[in-house]
């Protein structure tokens, strides 16, 4: 298994620009995450799915949009990037049963907004 | 309140020694208390974790520690080593997980 990947690693991009960070996992989990992570800030957690088509808010929406049209795939739009969204990115997945909780962590998605 | 506050934010122990990290939370209705460890350049990944009926788990050289009538939990690293060197986040479960500002720990050789 590949687990949870990221695509891209590294991006750069000027004010007001948009795009995607794609994210897929192939271990048929249900819930799929959204967090940055800022220094000193721990992961904020922007966006969340609990399965195909069905997304809800995180903490920090504002300025993104997300979709789910497959259990394996949960890519994160920027519209009209701005320098406050300058952050790493890390898609997680899990699947949620009691007692079992754990998320699994993609590789992250450095983006510099300038 | 969501909140999960982390200290200290940078941390530095011989090897050998014994690092803690601790964690004060807000919200009672958390009912679960993992700890995430990440090295650069890499995603967290689950250390351990705890349910607020338990005082205490250990996993090898990690323990948590865990007081709820304070509201507080902690992580102890017994017998530090350099490859411990990661930053380290708790978090508390109620509908999502709410992280802590993160624990960057170095261990010196």
């Known amino acids: 298994n590949a687990g949870v990947t990221q695509t891209p690693k590294f991006r750069i991009l000027k004010i007001g620009q948009s795009m995607t960070l794609q994210c897929a996992q192939d271990?048929?989990?249900?819930?799929m995450y959204w967090y940055r992570q800022d220094p000193g800030m721990g992961l904020k957690l922007i966006y969340y799915s609990v399965g195909a088509g069905i997304t809800d808010k995180g903490e920090v929406p504002n300025g993104y949009n997300v979709s789910r049209s497959t259990t394996e795939d949960f890519p994160l739009r920027l519209e009209l990037a701005a320098p406050s969204q300058t952050s790493v990115y890390f898609c997680?997945?899990?699947?949620?049963?009691?007692?079992?909780?754990?998320?699994?962590f993609g590789p992250g998605t450095r983006l510099t907004v300038t | 309140q969501q909140q999960v506050k982390q200290s200290p934010q940078s941390l530095i122990v011989q090897k050998g020694g014994i690092s803690i990290i601790n964690c004060a939370y807000e919200?009672?209705?958390?009912?679960?208390f993992p700890w995430y460890q990440q090295f650069p350049g890499k995603g967290p990944a689950l250390l351990i974790a705890i349910r607020p009926d338990v005082s205490e788990k250990k996993e090898g050289r990690f323990t948590i520690s865990f007081n709820k009538s304070a509201k507080q939990f902690s992580l102890h690293i017994m017998d530090s080593q350099p490859g411990d060197s990661a930053t380290y986040f708790c978090?508390?479960?109620?509908?999502?997980?709410?992280f802590g500002g993160g624990t960057r720990l170095m261990v010196k050789p």
């Open positions: 978090a508390g479960r109620g509908n999502m997980l709410t």
């Open positions: 271990m048929n989990h249900n819930y």
């Open positions: 997680a997945s899990s699947y949620l049963r009691v007692g079992n909780y754990e998320q699994y």
């Open positions: 919200n009672t209705a958390f009912d679960y």
